[in-house]
Nanobody, 125 residues
Framework: QVQLVESGGGLLQAGGSLRLSCAAS????????MGWFRQAPGKEREFVAG????????YYADSVKGRFTISRDNAKNTMYLQMNSLKPEDTAVYYC??????????????????WGQGTQVTVSS
């Protein structure tokens, strides 16, 4: 079992930067692929970025490619999302999630086994 806790959200102006963190409990963090998702009011939860257990395979949604960077530190049981050049349309609750198993579906919300409680990111114009 993995427990996930996000932090680092906040309110900022367009063009600014934030770094989100996702701290995981348990000794098996390195065996999970991880992902960041977000959900804006009235919208479905959407994939933002995913990273495999080693950090060598990474995927991004087209809407954040070139602006966001996902990374993980298995020694610290922590995953990060560096968000630069933020836009008002990035406003959402951001969730981290863990996916176990031998195969990885990075963009499938329903494939992730564990979720954090979310952290709010609000970008004003």
């Amino acid at each position: 079992q993995v427990q996930l806790v996000e932090s680092g959200g906040g309110l900022l102006q367009a063009g600014g930067s934030l770094r989100l963190s996702c701290a995981a409990s348990g000794r098996t963090f390195s065996s999970y692929a991880m992902g960041w998702f977000r959900q804006a009011p009235g919208k479905e939860r959407e994939f933002v970025a995913g990273i495999n257990w080693s950090g060598r395979t990474i995927y991004y949604a087209d809407s954040v490619k070139g602006r966001f960077t996902i990374s993980r530190d298995n020694a610290k049981n922590t995953m990060y999302l560096q968000m630069n050049s933020l836009k008002p349309e990035d406003t959402a609750v951001y969730y981290c999630a863990a996916q176990g198993g031998s195969s990885w579906s990075p963009k499938g919300v329903e494939k992730y086994n564990y979720w954090g409680q979310g952290t709010q990111v609000t970008v004003s114009s």
